[in-house]
């Protein structure tokens, strides 16, 4: 299974770098992992054309064929055993590839929410998009660990 994350923005602290580069190490006995960042844009004067820069910027790093998962948090929420029974039922179905997809600061344009066959919640709090994705990578790695019954903490 290839994994593709597109993330509006690139991480910038270190602790947000060196988090994400361990979960996408632990990640490839699993699947073929990789982070496409897409330039953030400043969203102060024009935030309608900002998001809109970022969305084609999105749209160009979808792998074609994808299955396309917006990460929202008003899409359905899932427990780390739900998000492993999706990832094997999306590898039962045959999807090869994936790509979750997480906004900037401003979130993301409406022609983003289009292109995406479903929406996901990391849950109700609003969430630092560098967070997001470090938290992200965790619960893919954790859900191919509950798959396989590989023992992780709880």
């Known amino acids: 299974m290839r994994i593709s994350i597109v993330a509006v923005g690139r991480l910038k602290e270190p602790h947000w770098r060196d988090a994400a580069a361990e979960y996408l ?30 969305a084609e910027g999105v749209l160009r790093a979808i792998p074609d064929g994808a299955h396309v998962v917006v990460m929202d948090m008003s899409g359905p929420q899932l427990s780390s055993e739900g998000l492993a029974a999706w990832l094997e039922r999306a590898g039962i179905e045959g999807r090869s590839s994936l790509a979750f997809v997480i906004g900037g600061a401003a979130g993301l344009d409406a022609a983003v929410f289009e292109r995406a066959d479903e929406r996901l919640s990391l849950g109700p709090m609003t969430l630092p998009h560098q967070l997001a994705r470090v938290v992200l990578l965790e619960q893919i790695y954790r859900g191919f660990r509950i798959v396989r019954g590989e023992p992780y903490h709880r």
């Open 25 to 54: 190490k632990r990640l490839r006995p699993y699947a073929a992992v990789d982070v496409v960042e897409v330039p953030d844009r400043d969203v102060t004067a024009d935030e309608r054309g900002a998001l809109k820069a970022e």
